[in-house]
């Protein structure tokens, strides 16, 4: 049964910045459930952090706020921040336990627990490397074990994978449907790229331009346990792709007025 754990009703946003109201999200309403792996799609600046923000509770004070959002069963949310980075001088277990360090635990405990969670996701023996001797797909399953270190319930991905060139993502991208399928977390995902979003949801929301609204929302009809690789040949995914293509060529993207999905 499908338990709602993320919902917002008409959710409004908007900034001030220099006297000078910038309206980032319109009217959104959308539903996640427990479990769900859901992902955000639209083009640049059309609130898609904002919404992991508002999700994420760190919306500050002088933003307006209309409408309602609701989260329930939520003990600890994981947010993996775009371009965030590991940090340099620390090697990967001492990376991957800041976060327990933060909440007191001990160090010994800290040890013990990624330990076990280098070795679950493959980075065994990495444990005394520095971030710069790992490559790039390395590097950001560190930072996803980072994320997932204090067993978060909703794991929120803002474009964690668009420094990676095309392979390397594809694998990491498989990466997570695997850790997703182990975890049964809730993912929200933002990215700009349709395939990754495809591959990997079951549902995805697709956003206008600034201010961001629901343009559509698609069920990705495809069973939990594919790859993230091998599923782009089935038809059903090359449907879907061509119908999300469609829909965002002629409601959301105008090149001549400058939408786009990625920052130019
Ligand atoms: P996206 O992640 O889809 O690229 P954002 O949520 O980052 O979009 O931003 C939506 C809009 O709100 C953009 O126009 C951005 O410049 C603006 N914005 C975001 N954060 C702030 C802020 N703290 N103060 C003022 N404007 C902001
Ligand atoms: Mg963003």
Not at 54 to 68: K, Q
Not at 69 to 95: A, C, H, M
């Amino acid at each position: 049964m499908s338990v709602p754990t993320i919902s917002t009703h008409n959710l409004s946003i908007s900034y001030w910045s220099k006297n000078k109201r910038i309206e980032a999200l319109q009217n959104v309403s959308l539903t996640i459930n427990a479990g769900e792996f859901v992902s955000l799609i639209g083009p640049s600046g059309c609130g898609k952090s904002t919404l992991l923000n508002v999700i994420a509770g760190l919306i500050n004070s002088g933003t307006e706020v209309n409408g309602s959002f609701n989260i329930s069963g939520i003990k600890e949310i994981g947010y993996l921040f775009q371009k965030q980075t590991l940090l340099p001088w620390r090697t990967v277990i001492d990376n991957v336990t800041a976060p327990l360090e933060i909440r007191g635990v001990s160090r010994h405990e800290r040890r013990k627990i990624a330990l076990a969670m280098l070795e679950k996701y493959g980075l065994s023996g990495f444990e005394n490397s520095f971030p710069r001797e790992l490559s790039g797909g390395m590097q950001q399953r560190v930072l996803l074990i980072r994320t997932l270190i204090y067993q978060p319930d909703v794991v929120l991905l803002d474009e964690p994978l668009s420094s990676l060139d095309a392979q390397t993502r594809a694998i990491v991208q498989d990466e997570f449907l695997r850790v997703w399928r182990d975890t049964g977390c809730t993912f929200v995902l933002v990215t700009h790229d349709l395939d990754e979003a495809i591959a990997l949801s079951q549902r995805v929301f697709l956003l206008s331009a600034r201010p961001g609204k629901i343009v559509k929302e698609f069920q990705i009809d495809l069973p939990p346990e594919r790859s993230a690789i091998a599923i782009r040949t089935d038809p059903k995914f090359q449907q879907i792709q061509r119908e999300m293509w469609s829909e965002l060529t002629t409601q959301v993207l105008q090149p001549d007025r400058g939408i786009s999905l990625l920052k130019t």
